[in-house]
């Protein structure tokens, strides 16, 4: 399914004109001393294929992914198919896979006030918490990208990280509270490309994050197939990278592992 010209367009002013305005701004920087690159498989919303088929394929694999998830779209079915359950949730997180925040409701950052918007983390944070007792919840991606200065600030101190979804791959001096990444859409690339992304991401000895939602056979224009996600997970440890979640690179990026 190719993506409507209108949505294109949205998603070139937001990368292109928005992006760099809120990189600019309250910015949480570090320095990368990686010396060896990092690849992360990241899920946001969570939808149920995220974890029976693409969760199979990294446990397959030895390796893990951090599915951003939003409390407040548990059961629920949207454009993307049916969304995760408690049970998937606990299952993703007895794997070792990393549950992170997306927010409570998923609402759009950009028009939501900072007490309104720290509140719905809040309540996330706290639902979470009681389902995962043991979960790090320490990091966080923005809800469709959507960002406002306020929310980037106020979000700061209570993640270790937040990621975006403006393209690039982290590294020299690397913004934690708005990470670059890389989706992995079958509407938008190829499996080529994905590779493409994943040995300049070794030639640079960065950490590049790659992000989808469904993964299934018939993939909405936010999600793959199987055999493309398949495809970059192998391309990722064929290289010289390490795939770790973000809580796991964040650990690496700050010398607390
Ligand atoms: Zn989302």
Redesign the pocket.
Known sequence: MSMPLKSRLKRWANRRLRQPYYRAFSAKTIRSNLNRPIVSFTF??YPQSAWTVAGRILNDHDVHGTY?T?LGLMDQTSRIGKLYTRDDLLATHDDGHEIAC?TYS?PNLRRTPVRNCVDDIEKNLAELRRLVPNGSLQNF?Y??GSISIGNKRALTPRFDTLRGVEDGINTGVIHLNLLRARRIYDADGSAETDRIWVDQNAARCGWLIFYTHDVCDEPSDVGCTPRRFETAVRAALESSAEVLTVAEAYQRLTGKS
Do not use: K, Q, V
């Open positions: 946001d919303d951003y939003a997306h998923h991606s809800p469709s």
